[in-house]
């Protein structure tokens, strides 16, 4: 078998070299973790996992290192510190590298191995998470505690649903069932619920097992097809459920070794369909047994009783087997060499009759036991029949007294015939025997009782009178001492109770039942009639073992009469440290391998022996000091040769005198609740107990008092050193301002210094910058003078290629004068004859014009005249015709006045359209209007004066509206003259517009 030890690397090799699992074994590796940060120690891994390939998988220690182990490709390597232990862990999620591991503090945490990040991280339990159940899909999961069980989202890690249940009843286990979307829920009353995933709706409940069997469910394991449910608790019995059926359907009994079943898997197979026959049965010794649901028979098992498995997970395809080793380490185990055997090809049809051996046959030789392998119950019905069937080893060897039988099919008297004859036990087997020899009832739920109540008060501050290096030792030693002393009272004020316990606690430290029950089953049967005297040594088995030494050695007991060496020196420091501290650990396993095996008087006449056997040098010892020396260290002495005097004593003492008169025969402890210890002075424990009581309450008030003082100087020392401090702090202060002030008088002198070299190098800087300036200029001078001369040049070069553009634009421009002229005559021409056929269209219409407006003159002068001749030949007419000729007179009147405004509104218009026409015709040098013409047509338009006169002779209403009438056409006359006059000038504009471009032509 090869080991690896971890120690503080990172990452490196599983193996060094092809593991070859042996047949017998198995085991493929096994795997320590070390470190040596302050004290070799070794970090006990406490959870394994495997991931869906079955060929890796994850362990957390108690210190909170994840270790992943890649079995084909042989590495290993540190996936994550979470600084805490870990207390379940999970492969198999949606994101094959994600694994879930349960922390101390409650908590839920999502890791990727590959990153080696921490991807989520989910709170909620309000106890430590003990199961974590992942769906085959990976996209869910379930987190299980003493008192709830929560649903969990892997894809968003938020919970879905959470399982609230009554305190009483508890919870056991909540998981998913294989290949399915069903949830099993199991609780500590038995009642077991399947449930819907998505909907949590409760599918069924699986009926209340036989009253005839009294198993109160702990473990359960499914098959992989979801059919079979297996569960066990605290008996060696199994039941099997078939789900589809929804009932019980088999009963196995385990191996009467099987007093409890501590943890189910069943083995896969490739060939079976998740049909899974093996199951895996991991009992209270430690060991795994793998039987066949079928035929009942062990198939093999692993772990042994000194190598105990605490806890163990089998590979998806069945491979592997990773246990978790009670000392804290990891065993990895391949299932092919363990089925080795199973699977090894039949034997040969052909069998050999062998002869009869020559020796005489015996009525024992006839006698065998046969089991029938099914348990006689009444008929039941079909339905309600359970098959029952029973595990047993056959058992070699004749039958023996009852006395002497020992559980796990043990004999006293051959283990009695066996120890003469090597001397002690086998090393590998020593601690199962003396468990059998022991009887131990292994009374878990009195002894978890026992260690509920706490540390008792008594050993609060054990490690101040005993300093072990070792802290898990020393808290063990305080919970045996303080389950001891909740056992029963006198072993609170018992002072060698350390040290009578101590050995077996080192011994059996990591189970801390057995270690109880092996120092209780030693005080009610070796340390018979010790409390008696109490709180004095045992005087009466000191008196006892002074009889037996005066018989068997008188000399030796005369010497320790003169010597003033009593029992109390030579005999109680052997018994009260059961020879721990003068034997080794190999010559004291051995001393108590015959111990046990024999009559509680054996350990006094082992005192008795050591001292026989060492008269020797206790002969030449005079002083006192010498023999509390050398009855409280190892000497040079031979334990088997005391172990043989001891015998002999036994065998040659006599009846009178021989302890075996005084003390009991073994007795075991009861079961269930361990016995009343009450073999001591009552009184006097109880007056103790008072005045233990009394002195802690004087001391509790003497410290407060002291804490009062103490907290009194304290604050008296604080002030002190308050004061003290803030005149240290201003004589600080005052020494820093005096040197600050020192330092800056020494600055400003350096200032001034400095200030002082400045000024020297300015002025050479100053002198250099004109130096640098005036060479400066001299070059941008001579620069400038260079682009003058560079531009010059350059503007001669642009003056010639101007003088040649020019050239050549005034001959291209000459030749397109020449053509514009053409075109400008050509146009000259045509507008000409244009205007002299506008003028004439515009002459015509204007004569017409006069024409039409002089005939209309002419007929409302004749209608006018008419009217005044009417009006005057009518004046005679009557009044009441007066209204309607002055409102009749009154509108010719104003069209009378209307028809003048017209016409001399025409009459304006007229003239400046002619004096526009004039003016045009001027301009281009043509025939002119005579202005006598003119004049002629403006008098011919003007009205005549005779009548205006006869305006005059009007009325003076008519008058009045005449003069208003006319004072409006004076407004309209002004407009229309400002309108002619705007006319005139555009007209005006565009006749020197086009006058004005032959002219440049001309130029």
Same mark, same amino acid.
């Given at each position: 078998m090869q080991s690896t030890d971890l120690g503080n690397k990172e990452s490196g090799k599983i193996w060094h070299r092809k593991p070859s699992p042996a047949a017998r074994d198995g085991i493929i590796v096994n795997i320590i973790h070390t470190t040596s940060d302050y004290l070799p120690k070794v970090l006990r891994f406490l959870n394994v996992a495997f991931d869906s390939s079955g060929d890796c998988l994850i362990a957390g220690d108690h210190q909170g290192n994840i270790y992943g182990f890649d079995l084909p490709g042989n590495r290993f390597n540190l996936v994550q510190r979470t600084a805490q232990a870990c207390t379940a862990l999970a492969f198999n999620l949606h994101r094959k590298s994600e694994f879930l591991v349960a922390l101390a503090d409650y908590s839920i945490k999502c890791f990727d191995t590959v990153t080696k990040e921490l991807v989520s991280w989910m709170r909620g339990h309000e106890s430590s998470v003990f199961s974590i159940s992942v769906h085959a899909s990976g996209k869910y999961a379930i987190t299980t505690s003493s008192d709830t069980a929560q649903l969990w989202d892997l894809d968003t890690f938020q919970r879905k649903r959470k399982l609230n249940i009554l305190q009483s009843v508890g919870i056991q286990k909540v998981f998913f069932l294989p290949l399915s979307n069903t949830i099993l829920s199991c609780f500590k009353d038995n009642s077991i619920f399947a449930w819907e995933c998505d909907t949590l709706f409760c599918k069924y409940q699986l009926p209340a097992p036989p009253e005839s069997s009294s198993i109160l469910y702990k473990v359960f394991a499914v098959t992989r097809d979801g059919r079979v449910l297996a569960a066990g608790g605290k008996s060696n019995h199994l039941h099997l459920w078939c789900l589809e059926a929804k009932q019980l359907f088999r009963i196995?009994?385990?191996?009467?070794?099987?007093?409890?079943?501590?943890?189910?898997?069943?083995?896969?197979?490739?060939?079976?369909?998740?049909?899974?026959?093996?199951?895996?049965?991991?009992?209270?010794?430690?060991?795994?047994?793998?039987?066949?649901?079928?035929?009942?028979?062990?198939?093999?098992?692993?772990?042994?009783?000194?190598?105990?498995?605490?806890?163990?997970?089998?590979?998806?395809?069945?491979?592997?087997?990773?246990?978790?080793?009670?000392?804290?380490?990891?065993?990895?185990?391949?299932?092919?060499?363990?089925?080795?055997?199973?699977?090894?090809?039949?034997?040969?049809?052909?069998?050999?009759?062998?002869?009869?051996?020559?020796?005489?046959?015996?009525?024992?030789?006839?006698?065998?036991?046969?089991?029938?392998?099914?348990?006689?119950?009444?008929?039941?019905?079909?339905?309600?029949?359970?098959?029952?069937?029973?595990?047993?080893?056959?058992?070699?060897?004749?039958?023996?007294?009852?006395?002497?039988?020992?559980?796990d099919g043990l004999n006293k008297k051959r283990l009695q015939i066996l120890l003469k004859g090597y001397g002690e036990y086998p090393t590998k087997y020593r601690m199962f025997i003396w468990r059998s020899l022991l009887q131990l009832p292994e009374n878990h739920t009195a002894f978890s009782s026992l260690i509920d109540k706490g540390v008792h008060v008594a050993f609060?501050?054990?490690?101040?009178?005993?300093?072990?290096?070792?802290?898990?030792?020393?808290?063990?030693?305080?919970?045996? #001492?303080?389950?001891?002393?909740?056992?029963?009272?006198?072993? $609170?004020?018992?002072?060698?109770? &350390? %040290? @009578?316990?101590?050995? !077996?606690?080192?011994?059996?430290?990591?189970?801390?039942?057995?270690?109880?029950?092996?120092?209780?089953?030693?005080?009610?049967?070796?340390?018979?009639?010790?409390?008696?005297?109490?709180?004095?040594?045992?005087?009466?088995?000191?008196?006892?073992?002074?009889?037996?030494?005066?018989?068997?050695?008188?000399? #030796?007991?005369?010497?320790?009469?003169?010597?003033?060496?009593? $029992?109390?020196?030579?005999?109680? &420091? %052997? @018994?009260?440290?059961? !020879?721990?501290?003068?034997?080794?650990?190999?010559?004291?396993?051995?001393?108590?391998?015959?111990?046990?095996?024999?009559?509680?008087?054996?350990?006094?006449?082992?005192?008795?022996?050591?001292?026989?056997?060492?008269?020797?040098?206790?002969?030449?010892?005079?002083?006192?000091?010498?023999?509390?020396?050398?009855?409280?260290h190892r000497n040079n002495l031979d334990i088997s040769v005391v172990i043989r005097e001891v015998y002999h004593l036994m065998d040659t003492t006599p009846a009178d005198i021989h302890p075996e008169r005084v003390l009991s025969g073994f007795a075991a402890l009861t079961k269930g609740q361990y016995p009343v210890f009450n073999q001591y002075p009552k009184f006097i424990v109880d007056y103790q107990t008072q005045e233990r009581e009394r002195i802690r309450n004087d001391e509790l008030d003497y410290l407060r008092e002291r804490q009062t003082v103490k907290n009194m100087q304290a604050e008296v020392d604080q002030q002190r050193a308050e004061d003290e401090a803030w005149c240290q702090k201003q004589e600080l202060l005052h020494k820093a301002e005096e040197t600050r002030r020192e330092m800056l008088l020494h600055e400003e002198e350096k200032m001034l210094q400095q200030r002082q070299r400045l000024a020297a190098v300015k002025r050479e800087l100053k002198i250099q910058e004109m130096h640098l300036q005036d060479a400066a200029r001299r070059r941008l001078l001579k620069l400038q003078q260079d682009q003058q001369e560079m531009e010059l040049r350059r503007l001669d070069d642009e003056i010639e290629r101007k003088v040649n553009m020019r050239d050549r634009e005034i001959a291209t421009t000459a030749k397109d004068l020449e053509m514009r002229h053409l075109e400008l005559e050509s146009q000259k021409r045509l507008y000409e004859k244009n205007l002299t056929r506008n003028q004439e269209t515009v002459a015509k219409e204007m004569r017409e014009d006069i024409d039409a407006y002089r005939r209309k003159v002419d007929l409302e002068e004749r209608s006018f005249h008419r009217l005044i001749e009417a009006d005057q030949t009518q004046n005679q007419k009557a009044q009441k015709w007066k209204e309607a000729e002055e409102k009749d007179f009154q509108l010719k009147s104003e069209k009378k006045a209307s028809a003048l405004s017209d016409a001399s509104r025409k009459w304006f218009l007229e003239k400046e359209i002619d004096d526009a026409l004039e003016h045009a015709e001027h301009i281009h040098n043509k025939a002119v209007v005579p202005r006598c013409q003119n004049e002629r047509v403006a008098s011919s338009r003007l009205p005549r004066t005779s009548q205006l006169d006869d305006i005059s002779e009007m009325d003076s209403s008519t008058r009045i509206s005449l003069i208003q009438r006319k004072m409006q056409w004076d407004t309209m006359e002004r407009d229309l003259l400002e309108r002619v006059r705007n006319l005139r000038q555009r007209l005006t504009a565009q006749a020197r517009s086009r006058c004005q471009t032959p002219h440049l032509l001309a130029t």
């Open positions: 196995i009994q385990m191996p009467t070794k099987v007093r409890a079943i501590r943890h189910l898997e069943f083995l896969p197979d490739s060939f079976d369909a998740g049909s899974n026959q093996a199951l895996g049965v991991l009992s209270q010794d430690g060991i795994m047994r793998f039987i066949n649901i079928q035929t009942c028979k062990l198939l093999f098992e692993i772990g042994s009783l000194d190598e105990g498995i605490s806890s163990s997970v089998i590979s998806p395809h069945g491979r592997y087997i990773a246990c978790v080793m009670e000392n804290g380490s990891l065993n990895i185990y391949s299932v092919q060499a363990l089925t080795q055997e199973i699977n090894k090809p039949p034997p040969p049809l052909v069998k050999v009759i062998e002869d009869l051996p020559k020796r005489k046959l015996t009525s024992g030789d006839f006698k065998m036991k046969v089991t029938s392998g099914r348990v006689q119950q009444p008929a039941k019905s079909k339905e309600n029949k359970i098959q029952t069937r029973i595990l047993k080893q056959d058992l070699t060897g004749h039958l023996e007294n009852k006395e002497n039988e020992l559980s609060l501050n054990l490690q101040r009178k005993y300093p072990i290096k070792s802290r898990k030792l020393l808290r063990v030693l305080q919970r045996t #001492l303080s389950a001891l002393a909740h056992w029963s009272a006198i072993f $609170s004020d018992t002072p060698y109770l &350390p %040290l @009578l316990a101590f050995p !077996f606690v080192k011994l059996f430290q990591n189970n801390q039942l057995i270690c109880f029950e092996v120092v209780a089953t030693l005080i009610t049967n070796w340390c018979q009639h010790w409390f008696e005297y109490f709180p004095n040594p045992p005087i009466n088995i000191l008196s006892m073992i002074e009889n037996v030494l005066a018989f068997h050695d008188k000399e #030796l007991l005369q010497h320790f009469i003169d010597r003033d060496v009593t $029992s109390q020196l030579y005999a109680w &420091p %052997l @018994l009260e440290t059961v !020879f721990s501290e003068v034997l080794t650990r190999e010559e004291w396993l051995k001393l108590f391998d015959n111990v046990f095996s024999n009559h509680p008087s054996f350990l006094l006449m082992t005192v008795v022996a050591y001292n026989i056997c060492s008269r020797a040098p206790l002969l030449n010892c005079d002083r006192k000091d010498d023999f509390e020396y050398f009855f409280h």
